[in-house]
């Protein structure tokens, strides 16, 4: 029946092939998988009664919030925004010119490796420990969660942006150097026209990271949202702690709206991101 | 010598005026410095007093360079149980956050009204620090790695859904039009057509989840989620910087390998 | 069931696009079972509008299609949806001017795609897919001659070949009505008459209906036994291929005969 499409007699079929590689590596990630699942210290007949309780928790928080301390989160909330700003800021002076020295043909080589390290170094200790190890020289204040906002932004800035600029179109930086440019003229008239939208966006991408890792540092006591949260925790003040959900919640969203508004604006020159062509 | 580069014959044109970009240009510095200013008000920037208390602080800093290698056994069930939270909530949140993304892009969800839902509880959870979900996640599973995994999985969601649907936007919806064109239905389509176009950025998005989750399950052990975290707390409030230094040489060799390693797996399995 | 083929029957149809635009107007046709039809005009005529209603990816505003047992009606009459319109779709093969492959999958897994209506949800949801569709997906990549390729990924294809894996897909559906939506304008001329080669003899052999819209008015009269000219919208011209001299064009096109419409790059037939 099949072979009614075909004219003539069916030829030999290809075998499927199989890769020795990728077997051995799923084999090797399942095991891995199977191991945390076995090893692991939790209780999952816990995980019975979760959805009870987490309806319970649900209903104690927002059924309904405490509006009575909405003053307070609110200002918390606008100093946790300040903190995330001034890091930002800090962190994108700092990084934009060691961007430029830790790309490749840009600087040398002696030079681009110990920065790309530095920014791993930076990239893998989270902004938390950051703030405690900055904590021991500045003291507990919100300026210390900047701090430590910064130096955290450094590491991802630092990537994204010598990564951009290694990625420029090839086209204007020969341009240049045809016409006897140096390294500045290069920079400047190569590299920067090319990658700017890309590294704008990204400076403002870091912004509503540092927005929410702000929160995070208040549990350390830099002061914020963190802060007045984990205080409402610990004494169980559950219809608060779902005011300052909300609030939190509000108020990153509307971050990221606006943040994303200017992103788009600087890479597709509209406000609203643009329908995928059909 | 002349600078005229056209001939002499020619009628020399009108130079057109330079679009005068600069009001906006100073209009906008001006807005970002106020708000700057603003800020810096508002989080004390307070530059002498680090200058002050640099003094102090040098002994703490010498004491940070000494890591207590001796700690180190002490430290091996909180490591491990990091890396355990780390694959965990990676192998979940993937399983669960594929069919999500399809129900998260508007290439493969044909329903306007579904698909902004899906969309608005994303953003929703994902603007929230996964360190407040473990907080309240830990008054409601109690203290240890479970109470961290549901935190980190409702994390990872967000975020894998997130960028997985946007790459199934932007890819070439061709061979679902043909799928759909030899009477698929969209799941039937989608599965075969666009689900082996987006595997490979899915792949990469999971190993990039498994990197971010190895970095917040140190963190979110800060208020009892377990994890190293929860070693950090203890010697941090009792300041034994030697351990501490220790605890965070730990978590910076873990990252670094493990990140290694994944960018190899990447490069095989991709 | 074998590839039985199905008359095709347009009564009055129109369609008009929401931003306003007339895509066909008042389109009466009866193709029946078997025919290889070529359909040319302008870009812009309604030649891709007109193809696509055929399987209901474009809704007619009015009048109504039939093709075999099913019917399509403009606003107001019943409409063809959920698991009809799949039945009808997948009686009717659709080749793309852009192949629209799945570029990173293999070869075979594309052309199993036109078996999907076929194939139980779970079937697909594990890429299990049955021994006898395997064999068919194997017996359409013979008919285009590319089964040595099944376990390729498709993007390592050329153009070409990318195509015939798309009629191969079509021919796995087992389909009455093959629909092409300008199949040979992604490729270079000699590759261009081995697909409309392929096709002409999908339709001789195995009595498909095959509908082509081409751009190249030498491919049209050499690969199709009737040739139907659309103008805005309008059929101008319905007959043999034979019957179509240069005055007939000069009337579906508006303008004389250039050697941009042709293949072979001369101003003549």
Redesign the interface.
Known sequence: M???????Q????????TTQLRTTLWLLVSLIVVAAFWSVQIKWSSLADFPSQLIKYLGLMLFPPDWSKFGEAFKATILSVQMAWIGTILGIIVSFPLSFLASRGLAPRAVNAPLRFIFAVIRAVPEVVIAILILSVTGLTPFTGALALAVGSIGTLGKWGYEAFEGVDPGPKEAVRSTGGGTLALIRWGVWPSAAPEVLSFWLYRFEINVRASAILGLIGAGGIGKMLQDNVQFRNWDAVGMLLVVVVVVTMAIDQISGAVRNKLIHGTWRAPRRAS | MSTSLSSPTQHRHERPTKPKLGAKYAAATAVLLIITIWAGIGVQVDLPAIAANWRNATTNIVQLLQPDYGFFPKTIPALLETLQMAVIATVISSALSLPLAFLASRATNPRPKLLAAVRFLMNMIRSVPDILFASILVAVVGVGALSGIMALVLFNISIIVKLVSESLDGE?A??Q?????????W???N????L??I??SFASQVLYTFELNIRASTVIGLVGAGGLGILIDNVRSFFRYHELSLIILEILVLVLVLEALSAWLRKKLV | M??TAADIRFSDVSVTYPNGYTGLKTIDLNIPAGEMVGIVGLSGAGKSTLIRTI?G?VPITSGSITVGAHQLNGRGGAQLRGKDL?????????V?Q????????TVL??V???R??H?S?WR??LGAWKN?DV??A???L??VEI?????EKASSLSGGQQQRV?IA???A??PQVILADEPVASLDPPTSHVVMRDLQRINA??GITVMVNLHFLDLARRYSDRLIGLRSGEVVFDGAGADADESVFENIYGRSLTAEDVLDGQAVL
Not at chain 3, 86 to 94: A, I, K, Q
């Open positions: 099949a072979t009614l499409i075909a004219q003539q069916p030829t030999a079929r290809p075998v499927k092939p | 070439d061709g061979a039009e043909a799928a759909l064109a030899a009477g698929a239905s799941p039937k389509a599965r075969a057509a666009m082996p176009q595997l490979p | 074998e590839h399987n990816l799949r039945e009808l779709r997948s009686n009717v093969g659709m793309f852009s192949f629209n492959l799945a570029k990173r999958t897994n594309n199993l795609m036109g999907l209506y194939t949800a697909i949801l006898d064999e068919l194997m017996s359409a013979e008919r089964v040595p390729k099944a376990y798309a897909r079509t021919l559906q087992r052999d195995l």
